[in-house]
């Protein structure tokens, strides 16, 4: 019965990492900023701003993105709860010409 419990919780491990791996932000690539639950979307904006990005999409999650090395560590210190690959995430996809769209625009 342990090597069966050991079993479950290392499973759930290996799969939470593994998400969470998938959705890990690339440098110059649109990320998705989450704020924290009592925030407004007017925080999301300052904390692009105070991280030199570019707004992509605002609702709820804010899309953004800068060619900034620093620019993950940046939305961190400005208040961003999680930042995540906005492609994994469903809010940005490739269309057939190349171009990007965002959720909510």
């Not at 419990?5 to 290392?10: A, E, M, Q, R, S």
């Not at 994994?88 to 490739?94: D, E, F, Q």
Request: aromatic share 10%; with cysteine; hydrophobic share 45%.
């Amino acid at each position: 019965m342990k090597e069966l419990g050991f079993g479950l919780g290392f499973g759930v491990l290996v799969a939470i990492g593994f998400s969470i791996l998938s959705v890990m932000p690339s440098q110059g690539e649109p990320v998705a900023v989450f704020m924290g639950p009592f925030s407004t979307p007017a925080d999301g904006l300052k904390a692009i701003v105070s991280a030199h990005g570019s707004l992509l999409s605002q609702s709820t999650v804010v899309v953004t993105a800068s060619d900034d090395p620093d620019f993950i560590d940046k939305l961190y210190q400005a208040g961003a709860w999680f930042v995540g690959d906005a492609r994994a995430l469903g809010l940005c996809v490739t269309g057939s010409d190349g171009e990007l769209t965002y959720a909510w625009n």
